[in-house]
Nanobody
């Protein structure tokens, strides 16, 4: 499975962006999917995750109510809709996948596949 993330960019505080991550391969519907981010000088953190069916999601407290993760299994794509962006959301955002579908809120060692990262910069 290969993951390709896109959708990052520069936006003013209060603005919105939608990240996309397209996966190759036929097993997309079996994957647990997650978005991480890493800001300069900080550790990588889980931002949001979604289970295989899409029925369960996880959000880190700092993005609850502002970010929404979703998946379209027909398009092999997971999305991260980011609204009301803040300067502290500035980071490189990565999508990752767990091939067993069990992890969508776990630390980074739980994931088997990673995308290349997309930069999100929020100006004040």
């Amino acid at each position: 499975v290969q993951l390709q993330a896109s959708g990052g960019g520069l936006v003013q505080a209060g603005g919105s962006l939608r990240l996309s991550c397209v996966a190759s391969g036929r097993t997309f519907s079996m994957l647990g999917l997650v978005w991480f981010r890493q800001a300069p000088g900080k550790e990588r953190e889980v931002v949001a995750g979604i289970n295989r069916s899409g029925a369960s999601q996880y959000y880190v407290d700092s993005v609850k109510g502002r970010f929404t993760i979703s998946r379209d299994n027909a398009k092999n794509t997971v999305y991260l809709q980011m609204n009301s962006l803040k300067p502290e959301d500035t980071a490189v955002y990565y999508c990752a996948a767990d091939r067993n579908g069990n992890s969508y809120a776990a630390p980074e060692h739980a994931y088997d596949y990673w995308g290349q990262g997309t930069q999100v910069t929020v100006s004040s």
